[in-house]
């Protein structure tokens, strides 16, 4: 953690309830988790972080699996992300945003119940090796948990009222249900973002080192575009298999778009990418360059320079659809013993010549892009918004 913040979260206004009584928290017993958990027993630790450990656990009365926080009172969170956590996730209903049961506030006891999401983090697969035995996720896996994500985000960004600033992204809180499905998950770190004619919040610095935005981190001014600067750095991950802060090796404090961003000016994209992923052919290669040129415009140093969650989407949704129609035709001329059809065309702003390839960090361009993302993608993409799935 980068700080740990006092400062409590916005109230909320009374009509800001939980529509349906089916969704609301359910209120357990401390003996109730303790028996779900077998007594909290070392072996049925899932995970562990800032907030405490994490139980694997069965509930007695419905026979559900889930996911057992319990606050750790010498950790770096406390009380009040408690409280948020609770708060947000009580209001919140998303597709990818794990879904919080219930809750227990026994004496000085504080534990979150969850959905338990059976293939862990993102962080798991990419980075740690308790997910060795598995197989590597493949690139059109890796782009649909992306374009997943950005759902979650683009939830909390835009239909959200108000709207709410995640504030902790990174691979690590990026869970992963059947079928590789994302969901975004601990909310502790959460802020109620800006409205009206209020441009951000002004707060102490949290988050993770190597997720930052360098502009909230030196000014404290959070702005859902601080989101976006660290949804860059997880697909950074996603793309290159690396950590968000590199090996001491690569240097003190080498972070990983600094090394990224040096090897795509020399148009190495091969390097860059996750050398476990194999690089079947251009057209792999050119979705790949693709989700880098995502990737960077999200890092863009200057915040208004970013593109919108949204923008993000439509952009990740036509790299998915891309990859995978790709796949299936592949597949399908292997059986024929032909060859597959050509690509779909596209977009304007994700092709650009050899020329522009170059990452080109001056503000007058980035704004340029930005500004012109969103209708280019839109004209040239047949699937809708995602922003109220």
Same mark, same amino acid.
């Given at each position: 953690m980068i700080q740990s913040s006092a400062e409590p979260a916005r109230a909320l206004s009374e009509s800001q309830t939980v529509q349906d009584s089916e969704d609301e928290s359910q209120i357990f017993t401390y003996r109730e988790l303790a028996t779900a958990t077998n007594n909290f027993r070392e072996e049925s630790i899932i995970g562990r972080g800032g907030f405490g450990c994490v139980y694997k656990g069965t509930l007695e &009365? %419905?026979?559900q699996e889930v996911a057992v926080k319990m606050l750790d009172h010498s950790g770096v969170q406390g009380e009040r992300e408690f409280i948020v956590e609770v708060l947000m996730l009580s209001l919140l209903r998303h597709e990818n945003l794990v879904r919080l049961i219930g809750y227990c506030a026994e004496g000085?006891?504080?534990?979150l119940v969850y959905e338990y999401m059976p293939l862990g983090s993102v962080e798991d697969h990419m980075h740690n090796k308790k997910c060795s035995g598995q197989k590597a996720l493949d690139w059109s896996t890796r782009m649909q948990i992306a374009a997943g994500a950005a759902k979650g985000i683009e939830h909390l960004h835009n239909v959200a009222d108000p709207p709410v600033i995640f504030r902790d992204l990174k691979t690590a809180n990026i869970l992963l249900d059947h079928g590789f499905k994302p969901k975004l998950s601990d909310f502790g770190l959460a802020k109620f973002g800006p409205t009206g004619d209020v441009t951000h919040v002004t707060t102490k610095v949290m988050g993770t080192l190597g997720y930052c935005a360098p502009d909230y981190a030196k000014s404290g001014k959070l702005t859902i575009k601080s989101d976006i600067y660290s949804?860059?750095?997880v697909m950074l991950e996603l793309i290159t298999g690396r950590k968000a802060i590199m090996d001491s090796s690569m240097g003190p404090d080498c972070f990983l778009g600094d090394w990224a961003v040096a090897l795509f000016k020399k148009d190495n994209i091969r390097e860059i990418v996750d050398p476990v992923l194999t690089i079947k052919g251009r057209y792999m290669e050119s979705t790949m360059r693709k989700a880098l040129e995502v990737a960077f415009m999200c890092?863009?140093?200057e915040a208004n320079a970013r593109p919108t969650i949204s923008e993000v989407g439509i952009a990740l949704n036509y790299i998915v659809k891309c990859t995978t129609s790709k796949k299936k035709k592949a597949r399908a001329g292997k059986k024929k013993g032909g060859t597959s059809s050509s690509s779909p065309e596209t977009p304007r702003i994700l092709n650009g010549n050899n020329e522009e390839r170059n990452v080109d960090?001056?503000?007058?361009?980035?704004?340029?892009e930005a500004k012109n993302w969103a209708e280019s993608l839109r004209r040239k &993409? %047949?699937?809708? &918004?995602?922003?109220?799935?």
């Open positions: &009365s %419905t026979g000085d006891q504080r534990l949804f860059g750095v890092l863009r140093e960090l001056d503000r007058q361009r980035a704004v340029a &993409s %047949t699937e809708p &918004s995602s922003s109220h799935s």
